[in-house]
């Protein structure tokens, strides 16, 4: 019992980060929220017996990539008077469209909610199948990946001085 309860908490506080990020307007505060939903993700997967994502949840994705996204947000000039509004023009119209979602899943399992069990310890998850499947299979997109973040930092901080040269 107190594991579905854990299950359904990571899941809300998972989907309430995901709604904060569509409607905050901030770009810190959108990092922030998108840092509480990959822990909520972190705990979801831990909750489900994938220990060794959900480790790999939180130090690579929590640990490495959001610091370097709040780092390139940081070089940022944050004083644009589009990030004074709290929220997002759209918040009104996305939240009609969460309820409307939320009446079609609440109706679509009505009454039909099956019990989610967590695996045995140990379950049909291999570490070192994992691991030699990413490091032959998937380490390319994982090096793009980080090649994509250091553009995106190069351009911010190209935008960024493209700024202060026009102002002075």
């Given at each position: 019992?107190?594991?579905?309860?854990?299950?359904?908490?990571?899941?809300?506080?998972?989907?309430?980060?995901?709604?904060?990020?569509?409607?905050?307007?901030?770009?810190?505060?959108?990092?922030?929220?998108?840092?509480?939903?990959?822990?909520?993700?972190?705990?979801?997967?831990?909750?489900?017996?994938?220990?060794?994502?959900?480790?790999?949840?939180?130090?690579?994705?929590?640990?490495?990539?959001?610091?370097?996204?709040?780092?390139?947000?940081?070089?940022l000039d944050v004083r644009?008077?589009?990030?004074?509004?709290?929220?997002?023009?759209?918040?009104?119209?996305?939240?009609?469209?969460?309820?409307?979602?939320?009446?079609?899943?609440?109706?679509?399992?009505?009454?039909?909610?099956?019990?989610?069990?967590a695996p045995a310890a140990?379950?049909?998850?291999?570490?070192?199948?994992?691991?030699?499947?990413?490091?032959?299979?998937?380490?390319?997109?994982?090096?793009?990946?980080?090649?994509?973040?250091?553009?995106?930092?190069?351009?911010?901080?190209?935008?960024?001085?493209?700024?202060?040269?026009?102002?002075?």
């Amino acid at each position: 019992m107190m594991e579905q309860v854990l299950l359904w908490f990571f899941a809300l506080a998972a989907l309430a980060g995901g709604v904060l990020m569509l409607v905050l307007r901030h770009p810190m505060r959108v990092a922030l929220a998108l840092i509480s939903t990959m822990l909520s993700l972190a705990g979801i997967y831990a909750m489900l017996g994938v220990h060794v994502i959900a480790v790999f949840q939180v130090l690579i994705y929590v640990g490495a990539v959001m610091v370097f996204m709040v780092y390139a947000i940081m070089l940022l000039d944050v004083r644009d008077p589009s990030f004074t509004r709290r929220y997002s023009a759209y918040l009104l119209p996305g939240l009609a469209g969460l309820a409307v979602l939320a009446f079609a899943f609440v109706h679509a399992i009505r009454g039909s909610l099956p019990a989610v069990e967590a695996p045995a310890a140990g379950g049909n998850f291999n570490v070192q199948q994992f691991s030699v499947a990413f490091l032959n299979d998937y380490w390319l997109y994982f090096e793009l990946t980080s090649v994509l973040l250091l553009a995106a930092v190069v351009a911010a901080i190209a935008i960024l001085k493209a700024r202060r040269g026009n102002n002075g």
